[in-house]
């Protein structure tokens, strides 16, 4: 695998302030959160961002997430990968995640590639369908980058950041430009899967980035404290990483 499956580092992190000013609402039976650049922001037209999240789902941090992709002039869309089952932040005690990935929370529920890929699609049709979009660039943070790599060519730019389980197949197999944001302390991602990555983007000779940011930990775009200078400045520069690549390669 070029990153390894999900663990307890996935749920754990801190709450951040803001209110969220986008529209909660359903893609068939799935929820969902759309972000729309405000106005005086001028939108990229035929353009959006969707963003695949973490096992956390659609919450806080995501949403506000969401809403700056937005301010940066991009239709943002998340959508609930976890059919209503996502995790809790800093849960207590032991935790089975391969239960819950394979089975979900109530048994019949599994977040595995069969029932996750479906959601993907879904959104991807709301995109091109309801809102005329043409060109789709995705975020996929931990739990949600494997399916960023497994939707090419639907999505066309990828940013990955802290990737989990994302299977070396599946990395090779995304054919558009691709940008990565990896911690410096990352179970999930350590340094061997982040350098096999970067031979495998570089056999496949399209546009690539990987940048590591120091003193982080998995999750530290999403759920970081931002309390801390330094892992303050590497939330924000990550986000401005996956900005910049967004409007250099989707535009």
């Not at 990153?3 to 307890?8: D, G, H, I, V």
């Not at 506000?64 to 996502?86: C, E, R, S």
């Not at 060109?135 to 950041?161: L, M, N, W």
Request: glycine share 8%; charged share 20%; hydrophobic share 35%.
């Amino acid at each position: 695998m070029a990153s390894n499956p999900p663990a307890k580092c996935c749920t754990v992190g801190v709450k951040h302030d803001g209110e969220p000013t986008g529209t909660t609402f359903k893609i068939g039976q799935y929820e969902a959160y759309l972000a729309t650049p405000p106005a005086g922001v001028a939108q990229a037209q035929d353009t959006a961002i969707l963003y695949l999240p973490d096992v956390i789902g659609i919450w806080q941090n995501s949403k506000l997430m969401a809403d700056q992709f937005a301010a940066n002039g991009y239709l943002t869309l998340i959508i609930d990968l976890f059919n209503g089952d996502a995790l809790s932040l800093n849960r207590s005690g032991d935790f089975d995640f391969m239960s819950w990935l394979t089975k979900g929370s109530t048994g019949d529920n599994p977040h595995t590639t069969e029932a996750v890929d479906p959601i993907v699609v879904e959104a991807i049709k709301y995109l091109k369908q309801e809102k005329g979009v043409k060109k789709i660039g995705s975020v996929g943070y931990c739990f949600g980058a494997k399916y960023v790599a497994r939707h090419y060519p639907d999505i066309t730019v990828g940013y990955f950041a802290h990737p989990s389980f994302v299977d070396e197949e599946e990395l090779a197999g995304f054919k558009g430009p691709l940008s990565i944001a990896a911690a410096e302390t990352d179970e999930i991602f350590p340094a061997e899967k982040r350098h096999r990555s970067e031979e495998i983007l570089k056999e496949g000779g399209r546009p690539y980035q990987i940048n590591l940011y120091s003193q982080t930990e998995h999750g530290f775009t999403v759920r970081c404290d931002v309390s801390k200078k330094e892992q303050k400045f590497a939330k924000e520069q990550a986000f401005l990483q996956a900005v910049t690549w967004f409007n250099h390669w989707l535009l």
